[in-house]
């Protein structure tokens, strides 16, 4: 195979170079900055839907390197009910998940109800019929409630029907440097009570809001009403 010639390498440099400067500069922003996740699952319904594709605000806690994830600088920590994003500590897979425990807390769950700091958390059948954006399977199967976190309450689902395995967990003491994540789909969900505590270098940002939302139960159809959702 002919090798190129220098020639031709400087003309192709010349042609292509600024291209190729934006791609960097363009991967660098979404490694640092601010990043577009695609939600394939539905462990995080009814707050994020599958098909909806996520903002993520990659400088909300700290600056890294381009592509490394070293710190570079840290200007604040995760807060209880924050949605941040991290890779699984078992298979590297990005997850999307709510900060639930923070470091220090003693929590457990009594029959999808958690008990944060010896504090049984208060629950609230839903009014504002969220469970609309729900198919109409899961409207028969799950219910969808109020979650009062101290300091974020939220939306959330659990099962009508069932109570899982991990429904329930013995008091868990959290590690310094640690946070408890769970899917605000309680009962359909791969979390802390499956793949342990997350640790704090490990959370790349937090996702704000739902840029865009495509209905993949329906041939993609747009859902509209989902643009630019704040995420709660």
């Known amino acids: 195979m002919k090798q190129p010639t220098k020639e031709t390498m400087i003309i192709w440099w010349k042609e292509w170079r600024l291209f190729l400067l934006f791609v960097l500069l363009l ?7 601010a990043d577009w996740s695609h939600v394939p699952t539905g462990s995080m319904k009814p707050t994020i839907m599958e098909g909806d594709r996520i903002l993520v605000d990659k400088l909300a806690y700290d ?13 604040g920590d995760p807060e209880r009910g924050d949605i941040v994003t991290f890779p699984s500590p078992e298979t590297e897979e990005l997850y999307v998940k709510r900060v639930i425990g923070m470091p220090g807390d003693t929590i457990s769950m009594v029959e999808n109800r958690l008990v944060i700091n010896d504090k049984p958390l208060s629950y609230k059948l839903d009014e504002t019929n969220v469970a609309s954006i729900l198919n109409e399977t899961d409207q028969q199967k799950f219910t969808v409630v109020k979650e009062y976190l101290p300091g974020k309450p939220h939306i959330m689902m659990v099962s009508s029907q069932y109570l899982t395995v991990a429904s329930s967990f013995p008091k868990k003491l959290i590690p310094e440097g640690y946070y408890m994540m769970l899917g605000d789909n309680r009962d359909s969900s791969k979390d802390s009570r499956f793949i342990g505590f997350i640790e704090r270098d490990r959370i790349r940002g937090r996702a704000t809001k739902v840029i865009i939302s495509l209905n993949s139960e329906d ?3 747009p859902r509209e009403k989902r643009y630019f959702v704040k995420l709660k």
């Open 63 to 75: 600056l890294r390197v381009p592509f490394m994830h070293w710190r570079l600088s840290t200007w």
């Open 219 to 221: 041939y993609w159809i």
């Open 27 to 33: 991967f660098s922003f979404r490694s640092t900055v």
